[in-house]
Nanobody
Framework: VQLVESGGGLVQAGGSLRLSCTASGMIFSSAPMGWARRAPEKQRESVAAVTGGGSTRYADSVKGRFTISRDNAKRTVYLQMHSLKPEDTAVYYC?????????WGQGTQVTVSS
């Protein structure tokens, strides 16, 4: 299983970014996918998740601002982020749950300046 993220960068507070994650080596359409983040000196936080059927859930800290979606034809999961805050600064990781294992991408840095 390989997960490749893209779309991170530097943005001002209040701005938007969209992260993408393309998966290979797995049956994508039925696999739960998610996004997690790790900020310096903080524990890893699960940000959003989407099931194979399209059900979603979000961390309270991002509800109403972030949207997770998936395009099974493109084997890609997205995280659309709006109204970004400095506390959203972190390395964002794509995650996949497949055949009983959890897989992580290499991560993409998101930095929100105040």
């Amino acid at each position: 299983v390989q997960l490749v993220e893209s779309g991170g960068g530097l943005v001002q507070a209040g701005g938007s970014l969209r992260l993408s994650c393309t998966a290979s080596g797995m049956i994508f359409s039925s696999a739960p996918m998610g996004w997690a983040r790790r900020a310096p000196e903080k524990q890893r936080e699960s940000v959003a998740a989407v099931t194979g059927g399209g059900s979603t859930r979000y961390a309270d800290s991002v509800k109403g601002r972030f949207t997770i979606s998936r395009d099974n034809a493109k084997r890609t999961v997205y995280l659309q982020m709006h109204s970004l805050k400095p506390e959203d600064t972190a390395v964002y990781y794509c995650t996949a749950f497949y055949l009983g294992n959890e897989y992580w991408g290499q991560g993409t840095q998101v930095t929100v300046s105040s």
